[in-house]
């Protein structure tokens, strides 16, 4: 179970980095004056900036398309699956692909560009910022076969960020039954909402819970708690701290990421 990691990230603890695309097409925030070209641009220079800084993969989402849908417009994958192609020849890095919050088009843009994984709320129903929040887990994973993504990484988020599981389940009870029933290559955990730190403390339960299965930091890594959190994760996935001054709405900066990698590898070693 462990073993894909290094095969993927060529690494053991391996930060994916987050290239947060801004606003698209059909998106309330999208910037029609600069139009695709401009998302096209600020993509790529987050993109230099995280592999410049040394992280190990970096995963391309749709970040800005706030509200987010749980079923998203087919331009929304159509706009990420542009952004994607026109980087690809400066992409030198495995990468996964994430298109907030609906499964079912992360598997389809992953299996368009190659993707080695994706990230997704795969299963469980919740109270959301969003309304009712519901997944088929069964539908999805038959759909990741007919595409025949036999290879395709599913990194499941089993804390979703402005949500509430419905029902009153403890985290290691939702991630023993996630595992037994569903064979995640990961689990992802999470704080509240993007940049918010995991608890430590969950991370353990969940990590003790199911220890044959990669477990990733989902949220909140900052240099100050990188090493705290990987002695107890498999990994991690970092976005908003990459960012000028640690803020999500900024875009990465260089600097602050080999100052970050630069820990994440001397831990490593």
Same mark, same amino acid.
């Given at each position: 179970?462990?073993?894909?990691?290094?095969?993927?990230?060529?690494?053991?603890?391996?930060?994916?980095?987050?290239?947060?695309?801004?606003?698209?097409?059909?998106?309330?925030?999208?910037?029609?004056?600069? &139009?695709?070209?401009?998302?096209?641009?600020?993509?790529?220079?987050?993109?230099?900036?995280?592999?410049?800084?040394?992280?190990?993969?970096?995963?391309?989402?749709?970040?800005?398309?706030?509200?987010?849908?749980?079923?998203?417009?087919?331009?929304?994958?159509?706009?990420?699956?542009?952004?994607?192609?026109?980087?690809?020849?400066?992409?030198?890095?495995?990468?996964?692909?994430?298109?907030?919050?609906?499964?079912?088009?992360?598997?389809?843009?992953?299996?368009?560009?190659?993707?080695?994984?994706?990230?997704?709320?795969?299963?469980?129903?919740?109270?959301?910022?969003? &309304?009712?929040?519901?997944?088929?887990? &069964?539908?999805?994973?038959?759909?990741?076969?007919?595409?025949?993504?036999?290879?395709?990484?599913?990194?499941?988020?089993?804390?979703?960020?402005?949500?509430?599981?419905?029902?009153?389940?403890?985290?290691?009870?939702?991630?023993?039954?996630?595992?037994?029933?569903?064979?995640?290559?990961?689990?992802?955990?999470?704080?509240?909402?993007?940049?918010?730190?995991?608890?430590?403390?969950?991370?353990?339960?969940?990590?003790?819970?199911?220890?044959?299965?990669?477990?990733?930091?989902?949220?909140?890594?900052?240099?100050?708690?990188?090493?705290?959190?990987?002695?107890?994760?498999?990994?991690?996935?970092?976005?908003?701290?990459?960012?000028?001054?640690?803020?999500?709405?900024?875009?990465?900066?260089?600097?602050?990421?080999?100052?970050?990698?630069?820990?994440?590898?001397?831990?490593?070693?």
């Amino acid at each position: 179970m462990m073993r894909w990691i290094e095969e993927t990230f060529g690494t053991h603890k391996p930060i994916i980095a987050m290239c947060h695309f801004r606003a698209l097409p059909g998106d309330p925030y999208f910037e029609s004056n600069g &139009g695709m070209k401009r998302v096209v641009e600020l993509a790529r220079q987050d993109l230099m900036g995280l592999q410049n800084g040394g992280v190990d993969a970096v995963m391309f989402s749709n970040e800005f398309s706030l509200p987010y849908l749980t079923k998203v417009r087919t331009e929304t994958t159509a706009s990420m699956a542009r952004i994607i192609g026109e980087l690809m020849h400066e992409i030198e890095i495995p990468f996964g692909v994430n298109v907030l919050w609906d499964p079912i088009a992360s598997i389809d843009l992953a299996v368009a560009t190659g993707a080695k994984f994706i990230r997704e709320i795969i299963t469980g129903v919740y109270a959301s910022d969003f &309304g009712l929040w519901n997944t088929n887990v &069964g539908e999805t994973i038959r759909h990741k076969t007919e595409l025949g993504a036999t290879d395709l990484k599913m990194l499941f988020n089993i804390v979703p960020e402005a949500s509430k599981y419905l029902g009153d389940r403890d985290i290691i009870d939702i991630a023993k039954s996630t595992v037994f029933n569903n064979r995640p290559d990961a689990l992802c955990v999470s704080g509240l909402t993007a940049g918010a730190e995991t608890s430590s403390e969950v991370l353990t339960r969940v990590k003790e819970a199911v220890p044959e299965t990669v477990v990733f930091c989902n949220t909140g890594c900052t240099v100050d708690n990188i090493e705290r959190q990987l002695s107890i994760a498999d990994g991690a996935v970092v976005g908003t701290t990459f960012k000028k001054d640690g803020k999500f709405d900024n875009l990465v900066d260089e600097q602050r990421v080999t100052v970050f990698m630069d820990k994440v590898k001397k831990f490593r070693a």
